[in-house]
């Protein structure tokens, strides 16, 4: 008699998610999988609205990234208008960028997974979290919030509004950066510093005590995607997308957004509503790879920045090739906030940052047009289609969470034969399988551009197909 | 020109002969809420958001229209009157498909601005969701018609003020479109590209392109000076 175990709902996490695992009939975890299980339909109800539309329409899909939404989408507008947006205008949005960047890479720091990481994967489930971490290491508590409001805060600064801010549009931002809001960033900047090394710190001295748990967190070979520039440092808004293989050689580089469909596919499985994103040369699932944090620092020779540059030093000494663990994606996600405030302090000393001049116009110039960022997550692209009025007529969004859809549900198997053994489990180990989804901090809602909250259910299934336990919360 | 006296919400008020009660009201700071109504058009009553009591009447009777006469009393802010108000928004807000959130009048729609003044917290109607399209061929300006209400101030100010007539209402009832010339796109009509209806319409069905996540407040508060020009003229 085989069993199926389902985690449903899994929490923390942004958007709904369940888990099965399905055991052979010596009560063996025999196959895992991580279903998403929402539709929202954003790109059919797209259709028919005017394209200069869509980055307001698009940053809806999700408020923790907004931002990342509103980049892509405000860049895929602008290829279709062929234009090149003003110097001040491309380094406000990168700044814009780096903010959303830090406060996402807190939020699932701090107060999504340090619960886990500080009191222990089998601590109490009630005090597991972000006021159970503030009670335990108040330093760590505080530091956690006060990252989450610098990159909050200076989104609001530059857009006006903390989420879903209308500042970017095609071709620019609607308003320049004015000189007290610049001062009033640069002051944020020693606390930020401050917390963000007192992360660093703090999940060194704490990572060594997880040595089995980075053994079975999606610890496998795997191809890797993500943006670099042309001296090989990284980058989140613009530059180009290169894949590696497993021992870190170039499979391809240089794909521009327009070159996106040309070689990434999408795969259906009838289990989950997000797709499973593929390279195409190799096929699915051979072409599968893994995006976010821990990919981009496998993927770059530098950050650019000599802070974050001493930190990519001493994680890439993990590994002489890329490191494979997504325990790791949590160490990754500290060095880019590092770098993201340093990036911050460098782009204010751009002397034109203050231009006025931060918004070009267009009409419809051509009639398809793409965009691609790093989002906290990993990759987004959007890719659109108009009509000669500019009016949409298909839309296709590719997100982190689908890039990594494969990982994750390779993952959970990994993780669940680890911890799941003969038919049974411990809560301790449920929530490990549920914490390997989390490292990977997936967004369910913008991978299915989905509607509501995010629980998630454990589901254990025997081989008639009988469900023999669930876990909901 | 003969002087009538009536009392509007209790005040006792004189008035020119003639004068419509929501131009009384107005004159004298007593607020009605108005929708198709815009100073320098004439009134079609349509809305009905201008709806008041007139006591010894059981009918209710549209403020924009109605005429005043010799010791009328008007009741403008009744539960009853206000109940009806609300109704009216929740019908407009039900009828096509309004999401003030990313809506280009965001912050500056009349409409949006009258439901929160009604006190307009859910709509309790099932909300129809009409499949309906967007005209995005003219250059400068997009008509939405997800978002219009009809109020047919873009038909008056074109045919009024600017004297083209280029706007025009086709079909019946809740079918019914504002449509340019005989039902072409706005882009081939011939339109004048004055601009005046974008000015007037109260929400945002009809927008100026470049406006798109910029603020697009609406400006028609030039109506009556183009008619005082003209009939000085």
Known sequence: MTQTITIDPVTRLEGHGKITIMLDSQGQVEDAHFHVTQVRGFEKFSEGRPFYEMPSLMARICGICPVSHLLASAKACEAIMAVRIPHTAAQLRRMLNMAQMVQSHALSFFHLSSPDLLLGMESDPRTRNIFGVAAARPDLGLAGIGLRRFGQHIIELLGSKRIHTGWVVPGGVTEPLSAAHRDEILSMLPEAFANVKLALTAYKQIADSFKQEIEVFANFPSNYLGLINEDESIEFTDGALRLIDPTGTIIEDGMTAHRFTEVIGEAVENYSYTKFVYYKPLGYPQGSYRVGPLPRLNIVKSMGTPQADAELAFFKQMSAGPIESSFHYHHARLVEALYGVENIERILADPLILDKHVRATAGVNRLEGAGQIEAPRGTLNHHYKVDENGKITWANLVVATGHNNKAMNLGVLQSAKAYVKDGKFTPGALNRVEAVIRAFDPCLSCSTHAFGQMPLVMTLVNADGEVVDQLIR | ?233
Not at chain 2, 16 to 27: D, F, P
Not at chain 2, 200 to 222: E, M, N, Q, R, V
Request: proline fraction near 3%.
């Open chain 2, 1 to 233: 020109m003969g002087v009538k006296t009536l009392i509007i919400d209790g005040q006792e008020l004189s008035a020119r002969a003639g004068q419509t009660i929501l131009e009384v009201a107005r004159e004298n700071d007593i607020n009605i809420p108005t929708l198709c109504h815009l100073e320098g058009l004439s009134n079609v009553g349509a809305c009905r958001l201008c709806l008041v009591e007139i006591k010894g009447s059981n009918k209710l009777l549209p403020a924009c229209v109605a005429n005043i006469h010799e010791g009328m009393e008007v009741v403008t802010n009744s539960e009853r009157l206000k109940k009806h108000r609300r109704v009216i928004l929740e019908l407009l807000f039900a009828e096509r498909n309004h999401i003030c959130a990313v809506c280009v009048s965001n912050g500056h729609c009349e409409l949006q601005a009258l439901a929160q003044e009604q006190g307009l917290t859910h709509i309790n109607l099932p909300y129809r969701n009409p499949a309906l399209t967007v005209d995005a061929s003219h250059e400068r300006f997009t008509v939405d018609h997800n978002r219009c209400i009809l109020c047919m101030r873009c038909v008056r100010a074109c045919a009024e003020i600017e004297g083209a007539h280029i706007w025009d209402v086709m079909g019946r009832g809740i079918d019914s479109i504002v449509i340019t010339d005989l039902h072409e796109e706005w882009g081939s009509s011939a339109c004048t590209r004055c601009g005046k209806c974008v000015q007037c319409c109260p929400t945002g069905a009809l927008f100026d392109k470049s406006k798109i996540g910029s603020d697009h407040p609406k400006y028609p508060d030039f109506l009556p000076y183009l008619n005082l020009m003209r009939e000085a003229r």
